[in-house]
């Protein structure tokens, strides 16, 4: 396998997204694309390299993996690398539709949800809120108290 330095350099002089993830121009999928991302981030992360080019080539990554992630900037990559059967990527085959059943308790499960959720929200608002009335009334009390002691001082 090719050192750190290696693979930072390949990334910065890369021209495509394609010699930036190391993998051949032609459509990919998603989990091939995962793993080659993966397998990079590692030796270029700028927590894990040292290099002073680190950073810019994490980025340079990332930017490669999110333009091959989504399908049709990936068509658009291959288009611009000259690949001539720019087509879909294999996918894997998908489950038939949901019965008209389970999709309905699918969307009674996700509002439940959401309603959780916002009910969540709302407790933390109000808690929150409690605290910093709390506080005012602390810090109201405060100078209540330093605004006495002035007045007993100066009428002394």
């Not at 021209?15 to 397998?39: G, H, M, Q």
């Not at 590692?42 to 333009?67: G, I, Y």
């Amino acid at each position: 396998m090719a050192s750190e330095i290696e693979i930072l350099e390949q990334i910065l002089r890369a021209t495509d997204p394609f010699s930036v993830l190391a993998i051949p121009k032609e459509p990919v999928d998603i989990s091939k694309l995962s793993s080659c991302y993966r397998r990079i981030a590692l030796c270029v992360h700028p927590d894990k390299n040292d290099d002073p080019r680190a950073e810019q080539a994490f980025k340079l990554l990332n930017a490669a993996f999110e333009t091959l992630g989504d399908e049709h900037q990936q068509q658009a990559a291959l288009r611009r690398a000259g690949y001539t059967e720019a087509r879909r990527a294999p996918r894997k085959r998908s489950r038939s539709p949901p019965s008209p059943r389970e999709s309905e308790r699918r969307k009674r499960d996700k509002e439940s949800v959401w309603a959780e959720m916002h009910k969540f929200e709302i407790h933390l608002k109000a808690t929150r809120l409690a605290q910093v009335m709390e506080k005012r009334k602390k810090a109201a009390e405060r100078s209540e108290e330093r605004k006495a002691a002035r007045e007993r001082r100066d009428a002394e």
